[in-house]
């Protein structure tokens, strides 16, 4: 008898917990990335929600790409929430995602706590349709212990594009004459957007897409200086060969020692960090009159297609905010977009990280524009011009022109 009671007392608690686990809420969020540091601090913060909201679920999937993200919406069900990099516009025009506002008003955000350009980067027409998590800006890193070993004098902290070139230029001399297998480049490599952002910002109607006929000479100036500098340093084919393909990530060729600077975003301090074999450090990025600062800034968005809207902004208020926002910045793959966290936990090394900090309060420029139509731009400028332009094969003017004309016939808003 004990026995029968003792097996129905089991099977009532299984079909209590059972019924737990259907009456739950599911969350079913979608992530690109698929580093082991990201993953552990998805499922960290994942986890202390759960259990904070004992009747919500996180389904958590990562590594998934951008385009499998945007066919799930497309298809009408299976997606709450996930994690974007590309222009918000271009989701906003797809009505891919829903404003937060209404949420905002319900539960609080305060705008104020976050680098002003990670809000700027994801509010449109007075609506936000994402929540910053990450923010992300460049720095130049460099290998003290090596250019101190070959007699360099180190970089300064602050330069024009001038200074730079011409400090590149000493590098580069100073390889001459080493044997290809142990030549030293200057750096690994530089931003192209930062040159074409950072102009064309001052001098684009953000709400046509339309170029301001004055930025043609300011383009091809830079894009002079750009074309320059690319002479100097390793094509990527080369970069494959100097690192045999055992040593991956965009900063391998620094960890080896065969860069003396580093094009540095800050995503990628957690690769930099494992060094111990010599000194570095970062200054910042090159600067002209005409160039200003760029960011880049990762969110958390609700598809229109959420049936858990609500829930799911209770979840990304959580991820955006707080906890979550510590871990982000303590992790260092990037800055936490919520500048109290960042300048809390976001230290050394490297010893001048606050580089980072700096620039990315003093951004003005997103990575990606506030236009539809961005996405095909950069694919059909890559696809018919870029490597011509590389490889020196067309002027800067020629380039510039024709640029200009892909950015006419591409780049809009979404009333056009």
């Given at each position: 008898?004990l026995?029968?009671?003792?097996?129905?007392?089991?099977?009532?608690?299984?079909?209590?917990?059972?019924?737990?686990?259907?009456?739950?809420?599911v969350?079913?969020?979608?992530?690109?990335?698929?580093?082991?540091n990201?993953?552990?601090?998805?499922?960290?913060?994942?986890?202390?929600?759960e259990?904070?909201?004992?009747?919500?679920?996180?389904?958590?999937?990562?590594g998934?790409?951008?385009?499998?993200?945007?066919?799930?919406?497309?298809?009408?069900?299976?997606?709450?929430?996930?994690?974007?990099?590309?222009n918000?516009?271009?989701?906003?025009?797809?009505?891919?995602?829903i404003?937060?506002d209404?949420f905002?008003?319900?539960?609080?955000?305060?705008?104020?706590?976050?680098?002003p350009?990670?809000?700027?980067?994801?509010?449109?027409?007075n609506k936000?349709?994402?929540?910053?998590?990450?923010?992300?800006?460049?720095a130049i890193?460099?290998?003290?212990?090596?250019?101190?070993?070959?007699?360099?004098?180190?970089?300064?902290?602050?330069w024009?594009?001038?200074?730079?070139?011409?400090?590149?230029?000493?590098?580069?001399?100073?390889?001459l004459?080493?044997?290809?297998?142990?030549?030293i480049?200057?750096?690994?490599?530089?931003?192209?957007?930062?040159?074409?952002?950072?102009?064309?910002?001052?001098?684009?109607?953000?709400?046509?897409?339309?170029?301001?006929?004055?930025?043609?000479?300011?383009?091809i100036?830079?894009?002079?200086?750009?074309?320059?500098i690319?002479?100097?340093?390793?094509?990527s084919?080369?970069?494959s060969q100097?690192?045999?393909?055992g040593?991956?990530?965009?900063?391998?060729?620094f960890?080896?020692?065969?860069?003396?600077?580093?094009?540095?975003?800050?995503?990628?301090?957690?690769?930099?960090?494992e060094?111990?074999?010599?000194?570095w450090?970062?200054?910042?990025l090159?600067?002209d009159?005409?160039?200003?600062?760029?960011?880049?800034?990762?969110?958390l968005?609700?598809?229109?297609?959420?049936?858990?809207?609500?829930?799911?902004?209770k979840?990304i208020?959580?991820y955006?905010?707080?906890?979550?926002?510590?871990?982000?910045?303590?992790?260092?793959?990037?800055?936490?977009?919520?500048?109290?966290?960042?300048?809390?936990?976001?230290?050394?090394?490297p010893?001048n990280?606050?580089?980072?900090?700096?620039?990315?309060?003093?951004?003005?420029?997103?990575?990606?524009?506030?236009?539809?139509?961005?996405n095909?731009?950069?694919?059909?400028?890559?696809?018919?011009?870029?490597?011509?332009?590389?490889?020196?094969?067309?002027?800067?003017?020629?380039?510039?022109?024709?640029?200009?004309?892909?950015a006419?016939a591409?780049?809009?808003?979404?009333?056009?």
């Amino acid at each position: 008898m004990l026995k029968k009671i003792l097996l129905l007392s089991l099977g009532l608690l299984i079909l209590s917990c059972t019924a737990r686990i259907k009456n739950k809420k599911v969350i079913r969020y979608m992530n690109p990335e698929g580093s082991v540091n990201q993953l552990n601090i998805m499922k960290l913060i994942c986890s202390r929600y759960e259990k904070q909201n004992p009747d919500t679920r996180i389904e958590l999937m990562t590594g998934v790409k951008t385009d499998k993200i945007l066919s799930t919406i497309a298809s009408g069900s299976g997606l709450d929430v996930f994690f974007g990099f590309i222009n918000i516009k271009d989701l906003i025009s797809k009505k891919a995602v829903i404003p937060l506002d209404p949420f905002m008003e319900k539960y609080g955000f305060e705008r104020n706590d976050y680098f002003p350009l990670a809000i700027d980067s994801l509010t449109w027409e007075n609506k936000m349709y994402g929540l910053p998590v990450q923010t992300s800006v460049n720095a130049i890193a460099y290998n003290k212990t090596l250019l101190e070993q070959h007699g360099l004098p180190l970089p300064p902290q602050k330069w024009s594009f001038d200074e730079f070139y011409n400090y590149l230029s000493l590098l580069y001399k100073n390889q001459l004459n080493a044997e290809k297998q142990n030549k030293i480049y200057p750096i690994n490599a530089f931003p192209f957007r930062d040159i074409f952002y950072g102009t064309v910002y001052r001098y684009m109607d953000m709400k046509t897409g339309i170029i301001n006929k004055q930025a043609r000479q300011i383009l091809i100036k830079n894009f002079k200086k750009y074309q320059e500098i690319l002479k100097l340093y390793p094509r990527s084919a080369e970069l494959s060969q100097i690192s045999g393909g055992g040593v991956g990530g965009s900063t391998a060729i620094f960890r080896m020692q065969r860069s003396f600077l580093l094009e540095c975003g800050a995503w990628m301090l957690p690769d930099l960090k494992e060094i111990n074999s010599f000194d570095w450090d970062i200054v910042y990025l090159p600067e002209d009159e005409s160039i200003d600062y760029c960011a880049a800034t990762a969110y958390l968005s609700i598809t229109s297609i959420s049936r858990l809207a609500e829930d799911a902004y209770k979840f990304i208020h959580y991820y955006a905010s707080g906890f979550a926002a510590d871990r982000f910045a303590a992790g260092k793959n990037g800055m936490s977009s919520r500048m109290e966290a960042t300048e809390h936990f976001f230290t050394p090394p490297p010893k001048n990280i606050g580089v980072f900090i700096n620039s990315a309060k003093k951004a003005r420029v997103p990575i990606r524009l506030m236009l539809t139509g961005e996405n095909e731009f950069f694919e059909k400028m890559q696809s018919s011009i870029l490597d011509d332009f590389n490889y020196g094969r067309i002027t800067p003017e020629k380039f510039t022109d024709e640029l200009l004309k892909i950015a006419d016939a591409c780049l809009k808003n979404e009333e056009q």
